[in-house]
């Protein structure tokens, strides 16, 4: 798995919140997912903000 950007100008995420798992490709709904091959979960990775302290 490459740590660079997509094109896309997805996240890239380097494990599965879930279950652990590196098998990792986008997926193209909704906008910016990611499917883990192994759990089958679909999930999106998303920047709140920084916190102020």
Do not use: H, I, N
Request: glycine letters at 8%.
């Amino acid at each position: 798995m490459s740590a660079e950007p997509s094109p896309e100008g997805r996240a890239v995420p380097f494990y599965c919140p879930y279950c652990g798992d590196e098998d990792l490709m986008p997926e193209a709904e909704p906008t910016g997912a990611w499917k883990c091959e192994s759990c089958r979960r679909v999930f999106t990775v998303k920047l709140v903000g920084l916190a102020l302290e």
